[in-house]
T-cell receptor
């Protein structure tokens, strides 16, 4: 079966750095997406990785290792507004998105 | 950037009635739109894939006669929840891609449905 694993909840301090991990087992791979979802709102796109390595976009970076079936989202200089759920999703061989359950990130002052 | 508009944002209806949710791509054409449902503290669950000009493809366990999908144009898809029951209360979100199959999904703002 297809499976995406990510931690249920993480807590971090304002101004710090946090890494949210995602491991996956899917039928084929056509890329991995990270989305941010604030409570009661729809997800918004953060990043896309299809090749191994690190993609940096401002305070957010995303890493992919296809051989390990592993990705992480790195958030730097955390702000209170970063409190949200972060969803990992993998595009399988049919370009169907397989979604993780999301990681709720709590930022404390 | 690509914008998906969803309406209404929230709706309260009585058990047994039907509710229609609209999803529009405002600045691009979407031959395919995706309808998701999300229960509290759970991840997105794909309900169906809406195809312009043809029948929708429903995921296993989703009743096609209960969740009617119409995709009559390249910019509009509708989801009608028929004979709604309290257990249908959920957050419904539509999405679409503005590019290739590897391009990210753009989501509507979602519709919070409460069935009393």
């Amino acid at each position: 079966g297809q499976n995406i694993d990510q931690p249920t909840e993480m807590t971090a301090t304002e101004g710090a750095i946090v890494q949210i991990n995602c491991t996956y087992q899917t039928s084929g791979f056509n890329g991995l997406f990270w989305y941010q979802q604030h409570a009661g709102e729809a997800p918004t796109f953060l990043s896309y990785n299809v090749l191994d390595g690190l993609e940096e976009k401002g305070r957010f970076s995303s890493f992919l290792s296809r051989s390990k079936g592993y990705s992480y989202l790195l958030l730097k200089e955390l702000q209170m507004k970063d409190s949200a759920s972060y969803l990992c999703a993998v595009s399988d061989s049919n370009y169907q998105l397989i979604w993780g359950a999301g990681t709720k990130l709590i930022i404390k002052p | 950037g690509a914008v998906v508009s969803q309406h209404p944002s929230w709706v309260i209806c009585k058990s047994g009635t039907s509710v229609k949710i609209e999803c529009r791509s405002l600045d691009f054409q979407a031959t395919t739109m995706f309808w998701y449902r999300q229960f509290p503290k759970q991840s997105l669950m794909l309900m169906a894939t809406s195809n312009e000009g043809s029948k929708a493809t429903y995921e296993q366990g989703v009743e096609k006669d209960k969740f009617l999908i119409n995709h009559a144009s390249l910019t509009l898809s509708t989801l009608t929840v028929t004979s709604a029951h309290p257990e249908d209360s959920s957050f419904y979100i539509c999405s679409a891609r503005s590019g290739s199959e590897n391009s990210p999904l753009h989501f509507g703002n979602g519709t919070r449905l409460t069935v009393t």
